[in-house]
């Protein structure tokens, strides 16, 4: 029996680009970035950060006042998670329908929770001595809050729940909800994610890794110092085609296949083999031979570790065929968004499979020796016949998604 197809029928996003895929996109194809100073002292350095603090819930218009009432206080996890999953089911038609209530799952991928909420507390308790800390600050800082106020705003009663693999967290949420429609346990998933994680906390933590860049992203140049993080939301709606068609639904594009994989070897230093063995099974479970033309959308952080290592897999795996593929590195535009970056890659390069144009890579300083590939790094003209987007996270954990034109 063949399984039903997959389609795209929804997009939203936030990010360091902008609020919405529109600006989102048009930033990203146009070859400008969101890297720039951090705003507070207290947190030097440089990131791609929201422009407005998010969590004000009048961001929400239109929006039922109880509902939102019954969300509580919100984390700038769950607010951008909000926002995006908002837009998305907007832009798929979905608001009010019967489907939402019972034919619908939502999974998030997220990478740490609710920064923001927590060193709140943390603050209040070790920083200014006091005994108690907000009551909602479990409730509002847990990695399922994300999930949890997205089914109470959008009225969804079917399965909903955040997966964490680090920054391959929404690309298993998309593959994972592209498997539950084609078992037929669904017929519409919200899927993508989100991460809020532009703290004094969590960025001393990265500092102290010393895998942030002082300047910015350059994947696979010459003179890239490291990552630069991100953070907002990136959320799709996927449907069953028969669910789509019958709806009569605009469609993106098809989520093709999903290949993972676990290196079970180190924490932050990423093994060729393993990378490899989850591009090969998603061309595998796409049906997609390895030198069709394809929009390779990387993982590409600019640390040192990575990119030599993401470069080998694919002259490994592709071959003489590589020069048949464009490669692209988005982060050089958002930064990194850890959980939600995956799906942000996704959605940027689907639009890019879509449209023809896919977006160059940014702050680029030539090719380094151990990092040779076909990246675009001016705006072009590039007709692939599908999307493969990769997912290298810490922890060898290793997600790729396949997309393909409707």
Same mark, same amino acid.
């Given at each position: /029996? ?33 890297? &720039? ?35 509580? &206080?919100?984390? =700038? ?16 038609? +979905?608001?009010?329908?019967? #489907? ?11 990478? #740490? ?37 997205? #089914? ?11 997966? #964490? ?12 909800? /592209? ?18 994680? +532009? ?14 860049? *002082?300047?910015?992203?350059? *994947? ?29 639904? /605009? ?29 090969? @099974? ?10 069709? =033309? ?9 640390? @040192?570790? $990575? ?14 065929? +590589? ?18 970056? @995956?799906? /942000? ?14 977006? *160059?890579?940014? $702050?680029?300083?030539? =090719? ?39």
């Amino acid at each position: /029996m063949t399984a039903p197809r997959v389609l795209v029928t929804g997009m939203g996003c936030v990010s360091g680009l902008g609020r919405g895929v529109a600006e989102n996109w048009r930033r990203a194809r146009g070859g400008d970035g969101a890297i &720039r100073a951090l705003p507070s002292p207290e947190a030097p350095g440089v990131a791609a950060w929201a422009q407005d603090p998010p969590g004000d819930k009048a961001r929400f218009p239109g929006v039922d006042a109880d509902r939102l009432r019954r969300l509580g &206080r919100l984390d =700038p996890l769950s607010a951008f998670a909000l926002e995006a999953g908002i837009e998305a089911v907007a832009d798929a038609g +979905l608001e009010g329908h019967p #489907s939402l209530a019972h034919r619908t799952a939502i999974l998030l991928g997220c990478g #740490s929770g609710g920064n923001a909420t927590i060193e709140i507390a943390y603050e209040r308790l070790f920083g200014q001595g006091q005994a108690k800390v907000h009551p909602q600050t479990i409730p509002s800082s847990m990695i399922a809050a994300p999930a949890a106020h997205l #089914s109470m705003l959008l009225g969804v009663h079917g399965p909903a729940f955040t997966l #964490s693999s680090a920054c391959a967290s929404s690309a298993h949420a998309l593959g994972e909800a /592209m498997h539950m429609i084609r078992a037929g346990r669904t017929d519409v998933v919200i899927a993508g994610g989100a991460e809020a994680c +532009l703290t004094l906390g969590s960025l001393t933590g990265w500092r102290s890794l010393g895998v942030l860049a *002082p300047d910015t992203c350059r *994947p696979f140049s010459q003179g890239r110092k490291g990552m630069v993080l991100g953070e907002g939301a990136a959320v799709l709606v996927l449907e069953s085609e028969s669910h789509a068609l019958a709806r009569g639904a /605009m469609v993106y594009g098809e989520l093709a296949g999903y290949g993972l994989s676990s290196d079970a070897g180190h924490m932050t230093a990423p093994d060729v083999a393993g990378i490899a063995a989850a591009i090969v @099974a998603a061309h595998d479970d796409a049906g997609l031979a390895l030198d069709a =033309p394809a929009l390779y959308s990387s993982h590409g952080t600019g640390t @040192a570790l $990575n990119d030599p290592a993401e470069t080998a897999a694919l002259q490994r795996l592709y071959g003489g065929s +590589l020069a048949r593929h464009r490669v692209i590195a988005t982060k050089s535009a958002h930064g990194h968004m850890i959980g939600a970056t @995956a799906a /942000m890659e996704f959605l940027l390069g689907l639009l890019a499979l879509r449209e023809g144009t896919p977006p *160059p890579v940014l $702050n680029h300083l030539g =090719p380094a020796p151990d990092c040779d590939l076909p990246l675009v790094l001016q705006p072009q003209a590039f007709e692939a016949e599908a999307l493969v987007s990769a997912s290298i996270a810490f922890g060898g954990l290793n997600a790729v998604l396949i997309g393909r034109r409707a």
